[in-house]
């Protein structure tokens, strides 16, 4: 049997991947399924370490007259209510996890040290990454890129509610059209919505491949772990 294509991989999930159908809040079959997902793959022996957005609890452009830096901070803090959420599905399948927050909050998650880290995947725990970066202005898709730099890990999985990435949104055009394979500097001059332009450039810099894929279809995840062409690839030319 075919063993997995990537040793360590960083899965971003976005908030609205966890609201599920009903699009805000924490759908808890949505989550208890990519808990499975995740299972398998570190059964696989795969290291797994995970960036999750908040999006379905609050995003920081809704603050609408905040502060930009508040309505960031806020955000940080919806992204840790759905880590922890994962970090509670997957211990109920006997998977050995951490949350690891860029925001202390020491009585109920670890603060983020990347050599923790390190060692927690290493002993194929899985490692959540919560609060994005710490700072304000930036986005968890630079939180996934910039992770994934510092622990070494061979791909960004990015588990959408779309199969890929399109020339058009494929929800109003029923002509827009997949692309299999593109380039960092495609997206960056197409502005094709992959991650944000920091995101991007991060990934260019340090020549991180990216997989845009579709969560909604049964076993995605494992499916891109053990390399099936699905989803569109990014990486350099």
Not at 12 to 18: I, P, R
Not at 53 to 77: E, Q
Not at 92 to 110: H, L
Not at 134 to 161: M, W
């Amino acid at each position: 049997m075919q063993g997995p294509k990537y040793g360590r991989v960083i899965l971003k999930l976005s908030g609205e991947a966890l609201a599920g159908p009903q699009g805000f809040g924490i759908n808890f079959e949505t989550i208890n399924h990519i808990a499975i997902q995740i299972k398998e793959i570190v059964n696989l022996g795969v290291e797994v370490a995970i960036v999750v957005g908040g999006g379905n609890i609050w995003r920081g452009r809704s603050g609408k007259g905040m502060d930009r830096t508040t309505a960031d901070h806020m955000g940080m803090l919806a992204t840790v209510i759905n880590a922890l959420a994962l970090q509670d599905a997957l211990e109920n399948r006997s998977v050995d996890t951490r949350v690891q927050t860029a925001i202390e909050m020491r009585q109920i998650a670890e603060p983020y040290i990347r050599r923790r880290a390190v060692r927690h995947l290493e002993k194929k725990r899985v490692v959540i990454f919560a609060a994005g970066t710490g700072n304000p202005f930036f986005s968890t898709d630079t939180t996934a890129a910039l992770r994934a730099a510092e622990i070494d890990a061979e791909v960004i999985l990015l588990a959408k509610k779309v199969d890929g990435v399109y020339d058009s949104d494929p929800n109003e055009n029923p002509n827009a059209r997949k692309f299999e394979k593109l380039s960092y500097i495609d997206v960056l001059s197409k502005e094709l919505k992959v991650m944000d332009s920091t995101a991007t450039s991060l990934c260019m810099d340090n020549k991180i491949p990216i997989i845009v894929f579709g969560l909604d279809e049964p076993d995605n995840i494992k499916k891109v772990i053990m390399g099936e062409p699905i989803g569109t690839y990014v990486k350099e030319e």
